[in-house]
């Protein structure tokens, strides 16, 4: 694939979220702050919005509007000017918005008894407390995370403080985990009372998830009001929805360089706040194990790149949970047999023998695609075993019902160069050509997954493998069972396509990954080699990320009927966006991630038939909104196009 603690003011801030019923979200950063608080304070701005053919116009605060209008910021005017109102991802169903708004107050949320089962009830709980911070957020003076105190309810008119906001859960199903093909639809209405001092809201789902994404649309039916310093909510609504491809997905590397678990709980906010539900976790690599092994530390003790960096046991679990209740399944990749090095030098001086070959082997370029080398040794016997026990350790912490193997980039002159091996071949009548590769490669996959599967108690599970050799027209379907593997291509839509159809063809589940839209690691200076850019250049835009649509690339190879019945026919699950991280690290992911993540999680969730241009408006907007979370997302256009809708085009 070329792939190729905390501050006094931040803990105080968590005391006081507990204190008040909210779930402090443990990262580094804090949500906008804006300088010179004492002159925000005096100087009043000239401008504000009204709604004019679904477009927030700015106008002169004092000789602007019409007669008919009523001026109101842009954040409000933005909850349902448009049909679609500012919602990220566009939902997929029916969309009502009333065009009348009403304000309220935060301490006036309260949630109904929940209409669930146990441990259903429980999640509930955690994903009030989570929504309930969302609206403290919205204040943009809750820079010190001080909460409610800055919604000042008795300065507000009688109405506004009195009204009361009541939100009921019911959830059908006893769903807990995160699946390839669980239901996350969902219903959100919003009804006010006859004299409007109570909105009552329904979300109701088959599944938790359904019910987490209804809360996350609720909050975009929300925002903070300047001029009345209350939130304002949408009057009245309807919305059904559900997602239109069931895997939506980022890849994180943590294997190039460390990323702390603090920053990975951020990059599962992002996700939850866009309605994508994959972290798929590339945890190891040539380059580092920061995998803690209970069952063989020295993986650890060998692999990490210092003990400061090392995703400790609990850590995992706690992550898995923190994404569990977002909505999000934490997905392990060990990727092999290549992509292997250290953590693994620890076999000769301890009986077992070469469990990898080709460590730190130069020039790089004869036996890796990218330094350091490293490929799994085949034919050691122990080798297997220690896989068997890594398994076991992975699945001690994740979730058992997906794991990702890798499989990508042997190199076999690493193995035809490693002495063992080709003798091992040769005294077994066998060669030494690229086809005799080929099979040593599909018989250690065979033996991985048998490991893997005794790992689980016997039961099978599902795996995916990255595009490769074995998974090529030539290799696939006599190597890899497709009610085994799920693929997940990387080659280029367009240009390397040819194997999509053929996967298709041949009933394999696959997860798009191309790499010319959806690697968000492209487009950067060289790190290796004499190139001027990395290899995947150049970057690629959010505009290029929404347009990039699984369906209509397999319809550029099979028409469009047949894309459309192979995705009904559940063969294409979905997509995922990949950062690799030689060049990132937690400096600089989220800008690399967002707002481009976004980009792809409205074309998973909605599939939109609309191009970037009728997204923009949106886009921008959200881009705000994942800043006001305290998210660092990259910037999209100067904010005069954001205050000045549809007017940044020729």
Not at 374 to 387: E, H, R, S, W
Not at 498 to 520: A, E, H, Q
Not at 522 to 535: F, I, K, R, T
Request: proline fraction near 5%; charge should be negative; hydrophobic fraction near 35%.
């Amino acid at each position: 694939m070329k792939k190729f603690v905390l501050f006094l003011p931040i803990l105080l801030s968590c005391v006081i979220f507990e204190i008040l019923g909210t779930e402090c979200h443990e990262t580094v950063s804090e949500p906008r702050k804006l300088s010179h608080p004492g002159i925000q304070g005096s100087i009043s701005s000239r401008y504000t919005w009204v709604c004019r053919k679904e477009i927030c116009t700015k106008i002169d605060k004092i000789h602007g509007a019409l007669p008919t209008e009523t001026p109101i910021p842009l954040d409000v005017c933005k909850l349902n000017c448009a049909k679609e109102g500012a919602l990220w991802p566009l939902p997929t169903g029916k969309v009502e918005l009333e065009k009348l708004t009403l304000n309220f107050f935060p301490q006036n949320v309260d949630f109904l008894p929940f209409q669930a089962e146990e441990p259903i009830k429980s999640m509930l709980k955690q994903a009030a407390k989570i929504f309930k911070s969302y609206l403290l957020e919205m204040h943009p003076d809750n820079s010190n995370g001080n909460g409610l105190s800055n919604f000042l309810i008795a300065k507000g008119s009688a109405n506004d403080k009195n009204r009361k906001i009541s939100i009921s859960l019911s959830v059908v199903w006893p769903d807990t985990v995160v699946k390839i093909g669980v239901d996350e639809s969902y219903t959100l209405a919003l009804i006010p009372s006859n004299d409007a001092k109570l909105i009552q809201v329904s979300i109701i789902a088959n599944t938790y998830f359904g019910v987490r994404h209804g809360l996350e649309t609720l909050s975009q039916l929300i925002a903070f009001n300047d001029d009345t310093g209350t939130l304002t909510i949408v009057q009245q609504a309807t919305i059904t929805d559900k997602p239109a491809f069931t895997y939506r997905g980022i890849l994180m590397d943590t294997a190039r360089n460390f990323i702390p678990i603090s920053y990975l709980k951020r990059l599962i906010d992002g996700l939850s706040y866009n309605k994508l539900n994959m972290f798929h976790w590339h945890i190891t690599d040539t380059h580092s194990f920061p995998f803690q092994s209970k069952r063989l530390p020295l993986m650890t003790q060998y692999g990490a790149y210092s003990s400061r960096k090392i995703y400790t046991i609990e850590e995992m679990k706690d992550l898995v949970e923190y994404g569990r209740i977002r909505g999000v399944k934490v997905l392990p990749e060990f990727d092999a047999p290549a992509h292997v090095g250290h953590g693994w030098e620890w076999g000769p001086s301890n009986g077992f023998g070469n469990l990898a070959v080709c460590l730190e082997s130069r020039p790089w370029p004869l036996y890796c695609v990218e330094p350091p080398c490293g490929q799994l040794n085949p034919i050691n016997d122990k080798m297997y075993n220690v896989l068997g026990d890594l398994f076991k350790d992975f699945l001690d912490i994740f979730e058992n019902d997906l794991f990702h193997m890798g499989g990508d980039e042997v190199h076999f002159n690493c193995w035809n160069t490693t002495d063992e091996i080709t003798k091992w071949l040769i005294d077994n009548g066998r060669g030494v050509q690229k086809e005799d590769f080929v099979q040593l490669w599909a018989e250690f996959q065979e033996r991985a997954y048998g490991q893997l599967k005794d790992a689980n108690n016997g039961k099978k599970l599902d795996a995916i493998l990255w595009t490769s050799e074995l998974a090529n027209e030539e290799h696939v379907t006599k190597y890899l069972s497709n009610s085994t593997y799920i693929i997940q291509i990387w080659s280029n839509g367009y240009e390397e396509g040819k194997i999509i159809p053929f996967l298709i063809k041949n009933g394999y589940r696959t997860i798009f990954s191309n790499v010319d839209p959806w690697y968000f690691d492209c487009g950067y200076g060289a790190w290796v080699g004499d190139a001027s850019n990395n290899w995947c250049s150049p970057y690629k835009g959010w505009q290029q990320v929404y347009t990039n649509s699984p369906i209509k690339i397999l319809a550029n190879y099979t028409g469009e009927d047949e894309a459309e019945e192979a995705y009904k026919a559940g063969l294409i699950l979905g997509g995922e966006a990949a950062l690799w991280s030689e060049q990132v690290d937690e400096q600089s992911m989220e800008s690399k991630i967002w707002p481009r993540g976004a980009a792809l999680a409205e074309r998973l969730w909605s599939n939109p038939s609309t191009d970037w241009y009728t997204a923009e408006g949106r886009m921008v907007h959200h881009r705000e909104r994942l800043v006001d979370r305290g998210l660092h997302p990259d910037m999209l256009q100067p904010e005069w196009c954001h205050h000045n809708d549809k007017l940044c085009h020729g």
